[in-house]
């Protein structure tokens, strides 16, 4: 099992400057089809706190 204690505990930025940098999303659109999207252009951080301990599923 990942144990979330064996990272560090510090703010993080996302890197976007890769080619491989950009958020898909998919949408259920009345129960019968779903709608995929991509943002290419986004900004994002993250924060991770080895404090707060919760179960991988």
Do not use: C
């Amino acid at each position: 099992m990942f144990s979330a204690g064996s990272a560090v505990a510090a703010d993080y930025k996302i890197d976007k400057e890769g080619q491989h940098a950009f958020v898909n999303f998919r949408i259920q659109h009345l129960g019968y089809s779903w709608l995929y999207g991509t943002f290419k252009d986004f900004d994002g951080t993250f924060t991770f706190d080895e404090k707060i301990q919760l179960p991988i599923k």
